[in-house]
């Protein structure tokens, strides 16, 4: 079966524009995830969508990024008046429930977006 | 506030030797520990996990170890091979989380 993915593969934008990433999770995997790559660091926890629950939006770092997901399946994260440091490669995960214990989550290939 | 630490950028070994790779974490309500896999281009891929009641867990070559009174995880790979070669992540979450806290990696570099 497909695994999750994610588009564009790659973004080049100038600062100051809003983005869209996308993500296809995994078929009937509930529990969808964000995270970002920036340059040398690991990855870093945005927000977590759980079927209907409120999503946990405890790491987007600014209101200038949300994130939204659609039935329960597609997710698209929107970044407005991009700033030279969102340039990072932004990962999806999903996973068949939420929470971490024996729950592996699944990555997509991610997006690397820069900004110019 | 680094609260999982993998101190080395970076490791190269010999095809056939042991591969070790170590994390540090500082926040003590972690307990379930996984480390994931990355290749260029891809997204990480997921290797292997242990829960804070255990102290060892192992997978064919794969064996992770964790020392609770220490924050320290470690990751052996034995036999290496250079199929290998890629980016380690180790990550943590706490009981009540979901989201995983992770280091900035180590690249491994198996040597044929």
């Known amino acids: 079966g497909a695994g999750v993915s994610q588009s564009p593969s790659n973004k080049v934008t100038e600062k100051g524009k809003d983005v869209e990433l996308r993500c296809d999770p995994i078929s009937g995997h509930t529990a969808l995830y964000w995270y970002r790559q920036s340059l040398g660091q690991g990855l870093e926890f945005l927000i977590y969508?759980?079927?209907?629950?409120?999503?946990?939006k405890s790491g987007l770092p600014s209101d200038r990024f949300s994130a939204e997901r659609t039935g329960g399946s597609v997710s698209t994260l929107t970044i407005q008046r991009t700033q030279q440091e969102d340039s990072a490669v932004y990962l999806c995960?999903?996973?068949?429930?939420?929470?971490?214990?024996?729950?592996?989550?699944?990555f997509g290939p991610g997006t690397r977006l820069t900004v110019l | 506030d680094q609260q999982v630490k993998q101190n080395s950028p970076s490791l190269s070994v010999q095809e056939g030797r042991i591969s070790i790779l170590n994390c540090d974490y500082t926040?003590?309500?972690?307990?379930?520990f996984l480390w994931y896999k990355k290749y260029p281009a891809e997204g990480p891929t997921f290797l292997i996990s242990i829960s804070s009641i255990k102290d060892k867990n192992e997978d064919g070559r794969f064996t992770v170890f964790l020392n609770k009174s220490a924050k320290h995880l470690s990751l052996h790979i034995v036999p290496s091979q250079p199929g290998d070669s890629a980016v380690y992540f180790c990550?943590?979450?706490?009981?009540?989380?979901?989201?995983?806290?992770f280091g900035a990696g180590t690249i491994l570099r198996v040597k044929s």
């Open positions: 995960a999903s996973s068949s429930s939420g929470g971490a214990f024996g729950n592996e989550q699944f």
């Open positions: 926040n003590s309500m972690f307990d379930y």
């Open positions: 990550a943590a979450s706490a009981y009540d989380g979901n989201k995983l806290v």
């Open positions: 969508f759980q079927g209907n629950s409120a999503p946990d």
